[in-house]
Protein backbone atom coordinates (compact mmCIF):
# COMPACT_ATOMS: atom_id res chain seq x y z
CA UNK A 1 0.00 0.00 0.00
CA UNK A 2 1.11 3.22 -0.64
CA UNK A 3 0.22 6.88 0.52
CA UNK A 4 -1.06 9.15 -2.36
CA UNK A 5 -1.30 13.04 -3.33
CA UNK A 6 -4.41 14.38 -2.39
CA UNK A 7 -5.52 17.07 -4.59
CA UNK A 8 -7.09 20.56 -3.44
CA UNK A 9 -8.98 23.15 -5.41
CA UNK A 10 -8.85 24.70 -7.48
CA UNK A 11 -7.59 21.51 -9.41
CA UNK A 12 -9.72 20.86 -12.86
CA UNK A 13 -9.91 16.99 -12.24
CA UNK A 14 -12.42 17.71 -9.07
CA UNK A 15 -14.73 18.64 -11.50
CA UNK A 16 -14.48 15.58 -13.52
CA UNK A 17 -16.75 13.31 -13.98
CA UNK A 18 -15.34 9.59 -13.37
CA UNK A 19 -15.89 6.86 -15.66
CA UNK A 20 -17.03 3.72 -14.48
CA UNK A 21 -14.32 0.84 -13.49
CA UNK A 22 -15.09 -2.59 -16.20
CA UNK A 23 -13.99 -4.79 -13.78
CA UNK A 24 -12.54 -4.88 -10.26
CA UNK A 25 -9.13 -6.68 -10.22
CA UNK A 26 -6.24 -6.65 -8.09
CA UNK A 27 -4.93 -3.18 -10.30
CA UNK A 28 -8.20 -1.98 -8.85
CA UNK A 29 -7.90 -3.56 -5.31
CA UNK A 30 -4.46 -1.92 -5.01
CA UNK A 31 -5.83 1.57 -6.00
CA UNK A 32 -8.62 0.96 -3.39
CA UNK A 33 -6.39 0.13 -0.96
CA UNK A 34 -3.87 3.10 -1.18
CA UNK A 35 -7.26 5.50 -1.19
CA UNK A 36 -8.07 3.98 2.13
CA UNK A 37 -4.45 4.55 3.52
CA UNK A 38 -4.55 7.82 1.95
CA UNK A 39 -7.81 8.45 3.99
CA UNK A 40 -6.58 7.05 7.63
CA UNK A 41 -3.48 9.22 7.11
CA UNK A 42 -5.18 12.64 6.40
CA UNK A 43 -7.36 11.54 8.43
CA UNK A 44 -11.04 11.47 6.49
CA UNK A 45 -13.78 9.56 7.04
CA UNK A 46 -14.37 9.10 3.16
CA UNK A 47 -12.43 9.80 -0.10
CA UNK A 48 -13.18 9.48 -3.86
CA UNK A 49 -11.11 8.46 -6.91
CA UNK A 50 -10.38 12.24 -8.20
CA UNK A 51 -9.47 13.34 -5.20
CA UNK A 52 -6.37 11.24 -5.49
CA UNK A 53 -6.01 11.57 -9.51
CA UNK A 54 -7.70 8.62 -10.39
CA UNK A 55 -10.45 9.63 -12.38
CA UNK A 56 -12.63 6.32 -11.83
CA UNK A 57 -15.70 5.78 -10.08
CA UNK A 58 -13.77 4.54 -6.74
CA UNK A 59 -15.00 5.31 -3.38
CA UNK A 60 -13.39 4.57 0.11
CA UNK A 61 -15.73 5.09 3.62
CA UNK A 62 -14.97 4.37 7.08
CA UNK A 63 -17.22 6.35 9.37
CA UNK A 64 -16.05 4.55 12.57
CA UNK A 65 -14.22 7.56 13.18
CA UNK A 66 -12.61 7.12 16.79
CA UNK A 67 -9.96 5.73 17.80
CA UNK A 68 -10.83 3.57 20.05
CA UNK A 69 -13.50 1.68 17.50
CA UNK A 70 -12.07 -1.28 15.29
CA UNK A 71 -11.44 0.58 11.42
CA UNK A 72 -14.35 -0.85 9.22
CA UNK A 73 -13.92 0.28 5.98
CA UNK A 74 -16.50 0.27 2.93
CA UNK A 75 -14.84 -0.05 -0.68
CA UNK A 76 -17.51 1.08 -3.46
CA UNK A 77 -17.33 0.46 -6.83
CA UNK A 78 -19.27 2.33 -9.38
CA UNK A 79 -21.30 3.18 -6.74
CA UNK A 80 -25.24 4.54 -7.59
CA UNK A 81 -28.37 5.92 -5.57
CA UNK A 82 -31.39 4.04 -5.95
CA UNK A 83 -33.60 5.58 -3.24
CA UNK A 84 -33.34 9.12 -1.24
CA UNK A 85 -35.38 10.52 0.95
CA UNK A 86 -37.56 13.17 1.39
CA UNK A 87 -36.64 14.03 4.54
CA UNK A 88 -33.76 16.23 4.87
CA UNK A 89 -30.80 16.68 7.77
CA UNK A 90 -28.16 19.07 7.83
CA UNK A 91 -24.73 17.78 8.87
CA UNK A 92 -21.73 19.88 9.09
CA UNK A 93 -19.19 18.63 6.13
CA UNK A 94 -15.77 19.06 5.39
CA UNK A 95 -13.24 17.61 2.59
CA UNK A 96 -10.06 16.31 1.71
CA UNK A 97 -9.81 18.70 -1.25
CA UNK A 98 -10.75 21.60 0.52
CA UNK A 99 -8.75 21.81 3.52
CA UNK A 100 -9.86 23.51 7.19
CA UNK A 101 -13.07 24.64 5.61
CA UNK A 102 -16.54 23.34 7.37
CA UNK A 103 -19.94 24.23 6.54
CA UNK A 104 -23.67 22.64 7.59
CA UNK A 105 -25.05 20.89 4.01
CA UNK A 106 -28.56 19.95 3.58
CA UNK A 107 -28.83 16.38 1.92
CA UNK A 108 -31.61 13.75 2.54
CA UNK A 109 -31.51 12.26 5.46
CA UNK A 110 -31.50 8.58 4.31
CA UNK A 111 -30.39 6.54 1.47
CA UNK A 112 -29.40 3.44 -0.33
CA UNK A 113 -26.44 2.78 -2.48
CA UNK A 114 -26.13 -0.08 -5.15
CA UNK A 115 -22.60 -0.75 -5.64
CA UNK A 116 -19.64 -3.44 -6.27
CA UNK A 117 -17.69 -4.47 -3.30
CA UNK A 118 -13.33 -5.14 -3.21
CA UNK A 119 -14.78 -8.71 -4.87
CA UNK A 120 -16.35 -7.40 -7.03
CA UNK A 121 -19.58 -8.95 -5.73
CA UNK A 122 -22.72 -6.36 -5.86
CA UNK A 123 -24.43 -4.83 -2.68
CA UNK A 124 -27.23 -2.86 -1.71
CA UNK A 125 -26.51 -0.66 1.24
CA UNK A 126 -28.83 1.62 3.37
CA UNK A 127 -27.38 4.68 5.09
CA UNK A 128 -28.81 6.99 7.50
CA UNK A 129 -26.60 10.04 10.19
CA UNK A 130 -23.21 10.27 9.36
CA UNK A 131 -22.81 7.24 6.84
CA UNK A 132 -25.78 8.96 4.22
CA UNK A 133 -24.27 12.33 4.47
CA UNK A 134 -20.89 10.79 3.95
CA UNK A 135 -21.93 8.42 1.19
CA UNK A 136 -23.82 11.70 -0.85
CA UNK A 137 -20.58 13.75 -0.64
CA UNK A 138 -18.42 11.08 -2.38
CA UNK A 139 -20.86 10.13 -4.85
CA UNK A 140 -20.78 13.87 -5.73
CA UNK A 141 -16.91 13.68 -6.04
CA UNK A 142 -17.55 11.23 -9.01
CA UNK A 143 -19.76 13.43 -10.81
CA UNK A 144 -17.48 16.55 -10.22
CA UNK A 145 -19.31 18.05 -7.54
CA UNK A 146 -18.24 19.33 -4.17
CA UNK A 147 -19.89 20.09 -0.96
CA UNK A 148 -19.71 24.10 -1.40
CA UNK A 149 -22.33 23.39 -4.50
CA UNK A 150 -24.67 22.78 -1.98
CA UNK A 151 -24.31 26.37 -0.24
CA UNK A 152 -24.82 29.77 -1.31
CA UNK A 153 -23.19 31.27 -4.38
CA UNK A 154 -21.10 33.94 -1.78
CA UNK A 155 -20.37 31.47 0.36
CA UNK A 156 -18.58 29.24 -2.62
CA UNK A 157 -16.68 32.30 -4.23
CA UNK A 158 -15.32 33.50 -1.23
CA UNK A 159 -13.96 30.01 -0.53
CA UNK A 160 -13.07 29.46 -4.36
CA UNK A 161 -10.79 32.86 -4.30
CA UNK A 162 -9.26 31.83 -0.75
CA UNK A 163 -8.36 28.79 -2.29
CA UNK A 164 -6.86 30.16 -5.50
CA UNK A 165 -4.44 32.27 -4.15
CA UNK A 166 -2.92 30.09 -2.88
CA UNK A 167 -2.52 28.37 -5.70
CA UNK A 168 -1.04 30.85 -6.99
CA UNK A 169 1.54 31.43 -4.09
CA UNK A 170 2.26 27.18 -4.75
CA UNK A 171 3.15 28.30 -7.71
CA UNK A 172 5.10 31.58 -7.50
CA UNK A 173 7.29 29.72 -5.03
CA UNK A 174 8.16 26.98 -7.34
CA UNK A 175 9.04 29.65 -10.05
NI1 LIG B 1 -14.81 15.50 -0.25
Known amino acids: MAKREILHIPDSRLREVCAPVEK ?12 LETMYDAP ?11 MRR ?14 SPIYLVNPRLTVVSDELSVH ?8 EYYEDVERPARCTVEFL ?12 GILATCVQHE ?18 DRVMKKFSK ?4 KTETVG
Open 92 to 99: QEGCLSIP
Open 139 to 156: LDHLDGRLFIDHLSRLKR
Open 117 to 128: DRDGKPQVMECE
Open 44 to 54: GIGLAGCQVGV
Open 58 to 71: LVVIDVAGREDEEP
Open 166 to 169: IDRR
Open 24 to 35: VDDEVRAILDDM
